[in-house]
Nanobody, 121 residues
Framework: QVQLVESGGGSVQTGGSLRLSCVAS?????MGWFRQAPGKEREGVTG???????EYAESVKGRFTISKDNAMNTLSLQMNSLKPEDTAVYYC??????????????????WGQGIQVTVSS
């Protein structure tokens, strides 16, 4: 069983930046970030595959950067040039199996509690 604890959400204006962090209580093979806006389905934002490759949703490419500190079991998400449409609850996800579908919800067994990100215009 792996527990995930997210931190770093908040409110910013359009064009601002936020950094999210997620600490995992155990070893993980794949980790990612998802988000869910009001009235919308959860969507994959970015993830790091077991081979170290990073995947990004088209809507965040060039603005968001995912990174992982394996020694600290910490996943981070640097979000720059934020837009109102980035407003959502963001979830950290992980799995200990070496799956490769980094942006697919079904890949992940473990989920964080979610953290709010609000971008105002």
């Amino acid at each position: 069983q792996v527990q995930l604890v997210e931190s770093g959400g908040g409110s910013v204006q359009t064009g601002g930046s936020l950094r999210l962090s997620c600490v995992a209580s155990g070893n993980t093979a794949i980790m990612g970030w998802f988000r869910q806006a009001p009235g919308k389905e959860r969507e994959g934002v970015t993830g790091i595959r077991p081979d170290g490759a990073k995947e990004y949703a088209e809507s965040v490419k060039g603005r968001f950067t995912i990174s992982k500190d394996n020694a600290m079991n910490t996943l981070s998400l640097q979000m720059n040039s934020l837009k109102p449409e980035d407003t959502a609850v963001y979830y950290c996800a992980a799995d200990s199996r070496p799956w490769y579908g980094a942006l697919l919800s079904d890949t992940y067994t473990y989920w964080g509690q979610g953290i709010q990100v609000t971008v105002s215009s």
